[in-house]
């Protein structure tokens, strides 16, 4: 055996022997430093993990409280009408996490329901005891009803703002809490919702429902709360984290023994490696002096490879160890060389997939796909960047993204969110150089480096003006088909009360005909001619009456539906102000009526005329004493007829001047000689509004009234 060859045998038994007994000092000793580097490195992670789902419960919960706020603000809501349960049934089927919406009055009552799975009805809610609480306490809480518990979310309902009249509830299943926030966690970890007394709210697990986790909240030492418990299956870690929104906190759970099985680092065989390569080093130290001159050309040709020199070999002289090492050098020489030849394919690859890359993305057109510099500014311009901003390469590249944005409107910049979380999105309005606007959605992601530091951005914006046209679409559709559905309830109240008026007011004259009807059955054994005559007085005058009542509320029907066209013609104002008056005698037979109108001739419709007097004379006579004066007046002003009906009735109170136009509304009087329809005044409004006019009334209790009309005309021949 040569010297050489003793020499490495040696050094080999002595580096062994040392490193053999260090490692095994040094793998116990990292091993335990190992295990404990990684359960605090896991209650870190599970902590921030806890604070993570935390934040997204709390941020649902906000969400819920914005949505109840927004939607207690409503008119009809504020109001506890009678669409409050059609609002929140449509505000229940828009939202995701809420099961079921009620509104209670002051009284703790129910005055309207909705639920997601059920049919419901207010009058099945037991009432709330908890009102004053409700309203001091607005937010969220878990509810328990006996039959289970439940997220349950409040904001009060004010009319007008800072006057409660009632509390907006909605209710939601926890374990939709625990399903949430355990959706982003890695495997092994599980998420709970846990009450101040420590008891399980909700799990995904529901048979863990109601077990207690842990001690009270308040005896955990601090607000990063971190502990450890046993269970049959092993320690198990728990990270707590409080809720700022409800009175409780989440719990993740992790094994122990799990988390150090997923935490395959390095640290505690690269511990080992390094203990044994420093022992061995150290006893090459010793002896290596010895290896040195035999070494000497593998050291060189180690430095000459290090140096990227290729092709380095070494002469594989002598026997031995020395001879094995340069034999194994070569080996290992050639095999870098091969890896080298491979590393240069490889980069060639990436250079091409790198163009493949940049040639996919200068083919996308409908958006624009660039990077930014940590300040911001363009660094690469896609075809879909030229497409969808107008501008071309060489006027934004190395500016900043910002010169794209509408400087009267500017979209809100998301940098500085991405900077802090990854990712930041915004949507505003951006300008093109022509100067057309478009509504732009910008996407920014961070680009970081291995050790974390921020190297650039990648930005992708859309053009979603479409989008947006299309949603403000769909939005309008919905307030025409909300408003038709007033109109139609609105159409069907007022059908309901023209059938109930129109039969109450056609009775009075139908009995009277009736009776009448029977008496004059009699003959003249009943009846002498007098009477008879008399009788048939009282037919005739209820009969015109139910012609009246009849005419009037076809008149307002064919009003209302949009059938009645106007067709001037010439007439003599003072001939038709006589003739409308005579044909209304019956009713004014009590009254002294006084014309006065000018003698001119003009172009009107007559039907509307004669229906705009016709309907104020019969108005005026109803509301006024037998013997009073009614004054009729027709003057031209300009292109304008002015007409005046003025009475010495009862008078109309200020608050009932725009009442008394409304269909089947009449003021209250203090004396009257009969009731009408309360369609007159409504008719008379219409007609004037389809010839262009326009209708006052001038008017006090006991003072009488004056109603004045204005209608464009046009004068054709003076008298």
Known sequence: MSRSSTVVRTLVVVTTAVGLITGAAGLAVVREQERRTILETGAEADLAAAERAAGVVDGRIDALLDQLTLLATREEIAELADEVETEIE????????????????????????????????????????????????????????????????????????????????????????????????????????????????ADRDPGRVGARLLPPLRDLPDERRLATIERPEGPTLIAVARLRMLDGAIAIEQLESQLIERSTGLRGPAGVLLLVVLAIVAAVIVIGQRLLRPLAPLASAVSRLREGEPGVRVEEAGTGEVADLARGFNEMAAALEHRRRELEEAERSARTSEEQLRLVVEGVRDYAIVLLDVDGAVKTWNTGARQVTGFPADRVLDRPMRTLVDPDDPAPDPIPEATRTGRGESEGWYRRPDGSRYRGQLTVTTLRRDDGSTYGFAAILQDVTKRQLIERTLEEALLREREAAAELRSANELKDEFLAVAAHEIRTPLSAILGASQLLAGGPSVLDEAETAEVQQLVWRHASDMRDIVERLLDFTELQAGRVRLMPRPIELRTEFGRVVANTGRLLEAHEVVIEADDVRLEVDQALLRHVLSNLLSNAAKFSPAGTRIHVIGRLEGDDLVVTVADQGSGIAPEDHDRIFELFRQADHDTATARGTGVGLAIVQRYVELGGGSITVDSQRSEGARFTVRLPVTVTVDA
């Open 90 to 201: 449509v505000a229940l089927r828009v939202t995701e996490e809420l099961g079921q919406l009620a509104v209670v009055d002051l009284e703790g009552r129910a005055v309207a329901a909705a639920a997601t799975a059920t049919l419901l009805d207010a009058d099945e809610l037991a009432d709330r005891d908890d009102v004053d609480m409700l309203l001091s306490a607005a937010g969220a809480r878990v509810h328990d009803d006996g039959e289970g518990r439940s997220l349950e979310v409040s904001v009060p309902i004010e009319s007008p703002p800072g006057t409660p009249v009632g509390v907006l509830i909605g209710q939601a299943d926890l374990r939709l809490v625990a399903e949430e926030v355990s959706r982003p966690l890695r495997s092994g970890l599980r998420a709970s919702l846990i009450g101040p007394d420590g008891v399980t709210l």
